[in-house]
């Protein structure tokens, strides 16, 4: 983290700031919400609970939908020494050894999460549905209350009906169906976005197991219907805020994936498995190829996401200015769209509230827009520098996990193939290295026997030879 620009520590200054503070912020003169079905839904161990939603039905079909985010700049001053730490690293680093959370915990993991049972300043972005599109929104701050902290893996099941409702939300009298009215909002959103374009991508990602405090495995993690549609819902909210900020004339962080510049590689890909793309970027014709891809050859289709993925290249921040023209972001299929609903763990989500608080209250931003494009820029490189950091550190929990199985066999499948190198990605455990033998011929999405020939824990290298 270091030799990246990154701290792994706080600093004594926010250290005893955070000593300080004793106590949640509060706000009676704020709009009252706390008697509303609220719900979050994240990882079964999170604490770092940054949102909460809640759907009603509407006359004529439509739907209330609301999300809370949790309002950290209530706490977080711009300029004090936590938000002097939060601007440096600008996200929570997390690697399969430890969590480098961007804010203090007891902040992130209390004081500003919105916990199960606990009173919170939210900033609320309320919006209309009707059928499958936002018809109208808009965002103030108000006081929540979590209902019941869910899981997504219990949740996924319940609305799949292959399990009875999660024990909390069971406890609470009409959530199980305003949750399913959530799900069904979600899925319609979900739908209307990729008919207009936006990508179907599944790729394949690693957690770490632990028997104790000894690694044990390396498990993949996949998709799932509550995933989705907490995703879904988040992507919702940030156009929103990103629509709300542009009304009122505020300049702004805008998340952004721009056209591929290497859409022809994109094409040459697709032609390699019998498909043909247009010669221009377009996100429809990608989609249908994706489609035709998963359906022909669903095993291989995590693989195939992850090649595009690469040639699509990573997000940005960028500065929006009001009027101007904005790139949107092509994954997505979407022109409006910011972070805004993970202020615990980025700073560019803190950033757009404090611009959004200007917004509420008639203000001049709290940023120039010389800083807001400087900040676009930082928290774009340490975002990438965070990335980099827990892959390394993922690729020496593979090593230190494969050590002992040197000279053992294992089915692998090509992820990358190049000048550079070639890469195998085997399943138990969940871990890629580098075939150091035998990698002539091979290309990607390729299956293939590999024996295990070395490892190099300090340096994360896990060496493979074609068997």
Known sequence: MMDRGLEPEFSQSAVDQTSGLSHAAADPSLPDLRDLLWVSIDNDDSRDLDQISFAEALPDGRVRLKVGVADVDALVRRGSPIDDHARINTTSVYTAARIFPMLPERLS?????????????????DMEVRGDSVVSSDVYRA??????????????????????????????AGADEQL??????????????????????????????????????????????????IEDLMIAANGATARYLERAGVPSLRRVLRSPERWAKIVALAESLGEKLPPAASNEALEEFLMKRREADPARFADLSLSVVKLLGRGEY????????????????LRDYTHSTAPNRRFPDLVTHRLLKAAMAGTGSPYSVDELGRLAAHCTEQEDAAAKVERRVRKSAAALLLSHRVGQYFDAIVTGASPKGTYVRIDHPAAEGRVVQGARGLDVGDRVRVVLVGTDFERGYVDFARA
């Open 180 to 229: 399913r009215l959530q799900d069904d909002v979600a899925q319609k959103l979900r739908r209307r976005r990729f008919e207009k374009g936006a990508l179907t991508l599944e790729t394949i990602e690693a957690r770490a197991v632990f028997d104790g405090s000894v690694l044990a495995d390396l498990v993949p993690t996949g998709r799932n219907r509550a995933k989705d549609l």
């Open 318 to 333: 960028a500065l929006e200015l009001p009027g101007k023209p904005v790139p949107g972001h092509f994954g997505l299929a």
């Open 109 to 125: 993991t209390d004081l500003t999460s919105l916990g199960d049972g606990a009173d919170r300043i939210a900033i609320v972005v």
């Open 143 to 172: 006081t929540v209350r979590n209902r019941a902290q869910l899981a997504y893996d219990g949740v996924a099941a319940w609305l799949d009906g292959v399990a009875a409702a999660p024990p909390r939300l069971a406890a609470v």
